[in-house]
């Protein structure tokens, strides 16, 4: 079982950064890909980026790569999101995911992840 915090999220400016932080339980945090959604009113759930368990290999939706930058701390069971040049697009609630097995390869499919954060609000005031 792997629980999942967010935090990090707040109101910004268009072209501010922000940085999300997602805290995970447990002793096989280095054996999971983890990936980072969104979801904004009305919208579906939205991926924004994963990074594997195993050689650090990430992957970006289209609509940040080049902005978005994920990257993970094994030592400290934490996955960041570092989101720059922010639009208000980005506007959504962000979730952090763990992939549903240890080892799984990466992937921008959610149904590959089965364990879900409880999201944290990101606002990009224009």
């Known amino acids: 079982q792997v629980q999942l915090v967010e935090s990090g999220g707040g109101l910004v400016q268009a072209g501010d950064s922000l940085g999300l932080s997602c805290a995970a339980s447990g002793r096989t945090f280095s054996s999971y890909t983890m990936g980072w959604f969104r979801q904004a009113p009305g919208k579906e759930r939205e991926f924004v980026g994963a990074?594997?368990?195993?050689?650090?290999?990430?992957y970006y939706g289209d609509s940040v790569k080049g902005r978005f930058t994920i990257s993970r701390d094994n030592a400290k069971n934490t996955v960041y999101l570092q989101m720059n040049s922010l639009k208000p697009e980005d506007t959504a609630v962000y979730y952090c995911a763990a992939a549903a097995r240890r080892w799984t390869s990466i992937s921008g499919n959610r149904n590959t992840y089965g364990y879900w954060g409880q999201g944290t609000q990101v606002t990009v005031a224009s």
């Open positions: 990074i594997s368990w195993s050689d650090g290999i990430t």
